[in-house]
């Protein structure tokens, strides 16, 4: 069985303010069962999970491993204090650094520690 941590993207659903879903894919670490994204700060996820913390994460829907998990998203705007965290989206994403502002302005790191496994998980 793969880990969830070793696939590519997770699709996060966030909820709007009329209570619709918002997904959308996401470049994720798993570090003991909390997920961290990091996200330009201007999008509708950062915005959604301010003002309703809840979100569910999915992994590989499309094989015979899913992996789909509940939490709450806590927003991290001081990014720059998870470097080891921002070494491990290097690690996983070729080099990418989630640090980089300058392609969408300033960024934050979204905490969500799994509060429940409904496919898979540990």
């Not at 699709?11 to 798993?30: C, E, K, Q, Y």
């Not at 998203?73 to 080891?84: G, M, Q, Y």
């Amino acid at each position: 069985m793969r880990s969830p941590a070793d696939a590519h993207c997770a699709w996060i659903t966030t909820s709007r303010a009329d209570g619709s879903p918002h997904t959308t894919p996401v470049w994720f670490i798993l570090v003991d069962d909390t997920f961290w994204v990091a996200s330009a700060a201007t999008n509708v996820k950062v915005r959604n999970v301010a003002a309703d913390e809840r979100v569910s994460l999915a992994i590989d829907g499309s094989a015979a491993d899913p992996h789909v998990a509940q939490g709450r998203a806590l927003v991290h705007r001081d990014i720059a204090a998870f470097r080891i965290l921002a070494s491990l989206f290097a690690q996983k994403y070729d080099g990418w650094n989630p640090l980089d502002e300058s392609v969408d302005g300033p960024r934050v790191l979204l905490e969500i520690p799994v509060e429940r496994w409904l496919l898979g998980g540990s």
